[in-house]
């Protein structure tokens, strides 16, 4: 609308159209939720995920549930994520988990939170990443719990992963024994 527009506008037209437009921004704020975004992109290099991980392993997924955990900001709300059942097969770094364990994985439930999906009955090579602070201790299990996401190097078991993974961890421990000796 130009300037003169409005000059020209009847009073209840202008009222009707003040109305509206308080009504509309009061709808957008008085209904509008708490999001999150997800803040990487693609896949992060061997190098750095495998020095930034406490656990690497190999295994197959048994078991999906969904919990309910408290809102960090908001105790009073809460939001779900994924607790898969995991079948560890082949230890690549970990100091906690041994082969032929049953270990849980702590995860969003996909989209804005980060969460990597899985299917039932496929192996993963799974790569943890720090579990967020506002988790600890709030995924009550009796099992050892890692936690992963999207920004880790997790995924379906590929031929090629395991190769690069294990040419990288062969190449990484020569280094040290070099500079150890």
């Given at each position: 609308m130009t300037q003169s527009h409005i000059i020209n506008m009847k009073p209840k037209s202008l009222y009707l159209n003040l109305l509206f437009a308080l009504l509309s921004f009061l709808c957008v704020t008085m209904t509008s939720q708490r999001v999150y975004a997800c803040g990487c992109i693609g896949n992060s290099a061997i190098e750095a995920q495998y020095k930034g991980s406490e656990h690497i392993l190999e295994g197959e997924l048994i078991s999906i549930s969904l919990r309910r955990v408290p809102e960090?900001?908001?105790?009073?709300?809460?939001?779900?994520?994924?607790?898969?059942?995991?079948?560890?097969?082949?230890?690549?770094?970990?100091?906690?988990?041994?082969?032929?364990?049953?270990?849980?994985?702590?995860?969003?439930?996909?989209?804005?939170?980060?969460?990597?999906?899985?299917?039932?009955?496929?192996?993963y090579m799974l790569y943890d990443s720090r579990m967020p602070h506002f988790l600890k201790g709030k995924v009550p299990s009796k099992l050892t719990q890692m936690y992963t996401n999207l920004c880790a190097r997790s995924k379906e078991t590929t031929e090629s992963e395991i190769v690069e993974l294990r040419e990288f961890i062969k190449s990484y421990v020569k280094w040290w024994k070099f500079w150890l000796w």
């Open positions: 960090p900001i908001d105790l009073k709300d809460s939001f779900s994520v994924h607790v898969y059942s995991f079948r560890v097969d082949t230890v690549y770094k970990s100091n906690t988990i041994n082969a032929k364990d049953t270990i849980e994985i702590v995860t969003g439930v996909g989209g804005g939170d980060c969460g990597f999906l899985m299917e039932l009955g496929k192996r």
